[in-house]
C-alpha cells in the first residue's frame, strides 16, 4: 500500500522548541525521534519506504531531504499551503505516477499512536473497503469529552453484519462541552484524526465533480511529473487554486462513498506541552515530573522541564509548571496554561522578533 | 574617617548568579552596581578612597583590583576566612598604618541601606561616641518579627539624657519566632547588621585582653607592613589563629564600653532572592513583577524574573516564581523558598559539578 504524509503546516505550540524553521513534525518531542520519521516507520509493514510520499512546505525541504538521506522515501514540496484538499490531490496524482492503483493511506505528519498494532490492524481493514471504491477514515474512539477535536458521526447501524464499518453521517466541529459530553454519551461519535484511505482514482473522481479547479490543477501537475517542469508546475498551480480542507471540500459533500472505521489506538494529535506531558506518563519521576536533560529538582510535582541543551537547570519547589530551555530562548509557564503560548509567540511577531519565531 | 570595608566570604544564596568565584559582594544584584562599590560609594561623605580599606578573600583580589582600578582605596586579601574579629583586627593595624588614630567604620560589603542619610548621619553620632574610646554598633531598628537576623538588645535608659544613646546589655543569636515577636514589643531589641565604629588603638586594646593569640599575630603583620612581606606575614599568621567572630570573640565580653545607636534606614541584609524582590518593590509592574532583561511575561503575578543574558524569556501565568538566567545555570523557583537555594548548591557539589558554584 502506498502512503501519504502530510507533513505541511508551521506550528507554534511547541515554542521554544518550535519554530517556523522546525515545526511539530520536525521535532523529536515524544522522544522517539521525528515525528514525521516515526510516521513513516509506523506504517513500515503496511508501505515500504518506496511506497511513502511525503509531503511538506518547500522551506522545510531541505530539513527533511537531510533527515530522509538514503531512505527511498519520495519527498515534495508545496510552494505555500493550501489546506489539506490540495496536498491529498497533489499526493494521490503523484501515488498514480508512481504506478500505484490500489489503496493509498494519507497520515498526517505530527500525531502518535501508542498502540501500532491496532491502528495498522484498522488500516488494513480500511484498504480493502478503499479497494473497492470507498473512501475510509478512521474514527478514533473517544475516552473523554474533547473540545479541541473535530468529531464524526456515524450510522447508527454497521454496514455489514457483525462488522465495525459504518456509513459516515456528519463531520462536526469542535463542539463545545456540553456536546461533547453528549457525543462520548452517545457511542455514535468519534474524533477525526484527519487519517483515511482511499484509491488515488476515487479521490481524483470526487475532487473533479466537488472541486473542478482543482482537480484542472491537478492534472496540470501530473503532466509535469517526470519533467524537469514539477517545481514551476508546482508555482504556477498553488498560485491559482483556492485552499480548502479535505473534510469540507470532499467528505462532507460525497457521504454516500465514505466509511467510517472505530480505532482505538490510543491516538493523540499532541497538541501542546501539557498534552504532551500526559501522554509521557511512563517517564515520570516519583513527583510525577518529566524531565528531559540536564537537571537537578528539588520538591517540585507535576511539573515538565525539557532540558535539551547544556546548560544547568536546577527546579525548587515547582508545582505543575513547564520549564523549556532552547540556545537562544526558554519559556517558564504554568504547565496548565501551555495552549495559550500562541499569545506569547504573536506578541513576539509585533516585536519584530522574527529569527525566535 | 577611615573605613573597612569587609568583602570577605563566599555566598550561594544568590545562585545561579552568585558563584564561588563571584559572591554577593561582588554583585550588582541591586541594580546600582556590585554591593561592594556601593557600599564605598555610600560613605563617600565621610571616608575619602584614600580612607578606604577593603578586605576580601585571595581568590577575589584579582576582581577587587578590577573593579577599584583608578581608584585609591586600598585593597587586603586574607590568604583564608577567619570569621570577623582577624578582619577587624587587621583593618584596625592597616588603619594605625595609614596614619589613622581617630574613629573607624567597620561594614560589611553586602548590605543594603535605602535612606543613607540617616545612615551617614547615625555613622556621624557614632564616630563622636568612638572618638572617647567607645566601641559603638549600629542597632537597625526592627519593622518584624525576623528571625533571620542576631539581635542586640539595651539597656532600657539611654546613657544621657534626651540621648540616643545605649549600653549594649546583651547579643542575642537569630530567634524563634515568639521571641522575635516579643523582641520587637519590647522596643529594646534591634537587628545587629554588623556595623560599628570604634578607633583602632581601642579595639586592639580589647583584642589584646579577650584574644590575645591573635593580637600577637596583628603585631606580627603589622611589622611586615611597608615591607615586601605582607602577603607571607599574611599566610604565616591565618594559618596560626583561630576563626572567631567579633561579637562573640569581643563585643559579648566587653560590654561595658559597647554601646549602640538605634538606626532606622532601610536596612536588609539582602539575604534571599526574595528579601531582594521585597527590597526592590519600587520596580515591580502592574502585577507586581520585578524583571530584568529581555523578557516577556503573559498574566504573571509575583514574580521575580531576572535574565541578563542574551537569552529571550518568555514567561506565561507564573505565581510567585523566581527565575534567574544565566550563561551557564538556569534556576526556576518557588520565590518563597529561594532560601532553600543551598539545597541545590549542595547537590551540584556532591555532583562534582564545581564549575557551577
Not at 473523554?144 to 458521526?153: A, N, S
Not at 455514535?188 to 470526487?206: D, M, Q
Not at 510525577?288 to 547544556?310: D, M, P, R, Y
Given at each position: ?121 484498522v ?22 469529552p ?57 479521490i ?10 482543482l482537480?484542472?490543477g ?51 494529535d ?39 541543551g ?48
Amino acid at each position: 500500500m502506498f502512503s501519504v504524509i502530510m507533513a505541511g503546516g508551521s506550528g507554534t505550540r511547541f515554542w521554544p522548541a518550535s519554530r517556523n524553521s522546525a515545526p511539530k513534525q520536525f521535532l523529536n518531542i515524544t522522544g522517539k525521534g521525528e515525528m514525521v520519521i516515526e510516521t513513516c516507520d509506523r506504517i513500515k509493514p503496511l508501505s515500504r519506504d518506496e511506497e511513502i510520499i511525503i509531503i511538506l512546505g518547500r522551506e522545510h525541504l531541505e530539513k527533511a531531504n537531510h533527515i530522509f538521506k538514503g531512505r527511498g522515501v519520495h519527498i515534495l514540496s508545496e510552494p505555500e499551503g493550501r489546506n489539506t484538499a490540495p496536498c491529498i490531490g497533489l499526493g494521490a496524482v503523484y501515488a498514480r505516477h508512481l504506478g500505484c492503483e490500489g489503496p493509498v493511506a494519507f497520515l498526517p505528519a505530527d500525531h502518535f499512536i501508542a498502540d501500532v498494532s491496532s491502528f495498522l490492524e484498522v488500516l488494513g481493514l480500511a484498504e480493502d473497503l478503499a479497494e473497492e471504491g470507498g473512501i475510509v477514515t478512521l474514527g478514533i474512539v473517544p475516552d473523554r469529552p474533547e473540545t479541541g477535536y473535530g468529531y464524526i458521526r456515524r450510522d447508527n447501524g454497521a454496514l455489514f453484519k457483525n462488522s465495525t464499518v459504518y456509513r459516515v453521517m456528519e463531520f462536526v466541529e469542535k463542539p463545545d462541552l456540553d456536546k461533547a459530553r453528549s457525543y462520548l454519551e452517545s457511542g455514535e461519535y468519534y474524533w477525526n484524526g484527519g487519517i483515511f484511505v482511499a484509491k488515488p482514482e476515487t479521490i481524483l473522481n470526487e475532487i473533479k465533480v466537488l472541486l473542478p479547479e482543482l482537480h484542472r490543477g491537478l492534472q496540470q501537475l501530473e503532466s509535469a511529473f517526470g519533467n524537469d517542469g514539477i517545481e514551476k508546475a508546482l508555482e504556477e498551480v498553488y498560485m491559482k487554486i483556492e485552499g480548502v480542507s479535505f473534510d469540507y471540500g470532499v467528505m462532507e459533500k460525497t457521504s454516500e462513498k465514505v466509511y467510517v472505521l472505530p480505532c482505538n489506538c490510543g491516538w493523540t494529535d499532541v497538541g501542546s506541552w501539557e498534552s504532551l506531558y500526559k501522554m509521557r506518563a511512563q517517564e515520570y519521576d516519583s513527583g510525577k515530573n518529566l524531565v528531559e536533560g540536564q537537571t537537578l529538582l528539588v520538591n517540585c510535582e507535576g511539573s515538565f522541564i525539557s532540558a535539551k541543551g547544556k546548560r544547568q537547570i536546577a527546579c525548587l519547589g515547582l508545582k505543575n509548571c513547564l520549564v523549556v530551555d532552547t540556545p537562544d530562548a526558554l519559556l517558564v509557564a504554568d504547565l496548565s496554561l501551555s495552549q495559550d503560548i500562541r499569545t506569547i509567540v504573536e506578541k513576539l511577531k509585533m516585536e519584530k522578533k522574527e529569527e525566535l519565531i
